[in-house]
């Protein structure tokens, strides 16, 4: 910018002309420079940005590959689990049945045996035992009743019967008995129970 002529003294005088170095317009060489590197830094931004697009694009597939491939584990172990459930539920009672067999063979040959209603009574007497062996090593347990206090959660009671003889609430007689499964309620006893209003 060109400096305008000033008066000091009272006189004029014309300043040198300087020039404005920061609004000065460029050379034209520099202009083409200054483009030149221009788009050189633009195109080495734009490939900086387009290998950083790569990388982020190779580890997206990469997470969704391994997300795929989770999903399929998972898949696979859920059908594993019900397929398994499935057969537990089927062969379960395997052991069971095994051990109730020879019940069921001491049975055919008590049918097939023509005995004496003497003989045939303590037969099945053994095979009553037999049956009972068999379901205690499965956990099946009598709820005792002859001579108990009534308990609701153990027993249902069928009758009460007014007696002196017993104490109040105490069991007569069983006419069904209960079971427990090791400590689960599976059939509550079904019982008389002693109404004595004077104890």
């Known amino acids: 910018m060109t ?3 000033a008066r000091t003294n009272g006189k004029s005088e014309i300043e040198s002309r300087e020039l404005d ?3 000065e317009l460029p050379s034209s060489n520099e202009t083409e420079e200054n483009r030149q590197g221009a788009v050189e830094t633009r195109a080495a931004d734009v490939s900086g940005d387009n290998t950083e697009i790569q990388r982020l694009k190779a580890e997206r597939d990469a997470l969704l590959d391994r997300i795929a491939r989770m999903q399929a584990d998972f898949e696979n172990a859920r ?4 397929r398994e459930l499935q057969d537990y539920r089927e062969y379960a009672l395997a052991d ?5 067999l020879p019940v069921l063979d001491s049975l055919e040959r008590a049918l097939k045996t023509s ?9 099945l007497e053994l095979i009553r035992k037999q049956l009972e062996d068999a379901l205690s090593k499965l956990g099946l347990r009598p709820i005792p009743t002859q001579g108990e206090a009534f308990d609701p959660r153990l027993h249902e009671a069928i009758e009460m019967v007014e007696t002196t003889e017993a104490a109040d609430h105490q069991i007569l007689e069983e006419l069904q008995r209960g079971y427990k499964l090791k400590d689960r309620l599976l059939r509550p ?7 004595n209003t004077k104890s």
């Open 3 to 5: 400096s305008i002529m």
């Open 115 to 123: 005995t004496s209603p003497k003989d045939l009574r303590s037969g």
């Open 189 to 195: 006893a079904m019982v008389k129970v002693a109404r």
């Open 79 to 82: 059908k594993r689990a019900a």
């Open 21 to 23: 170095t920061e609004h």
């Open 96 to 100: 069971a049945i095994r051990d109730l």
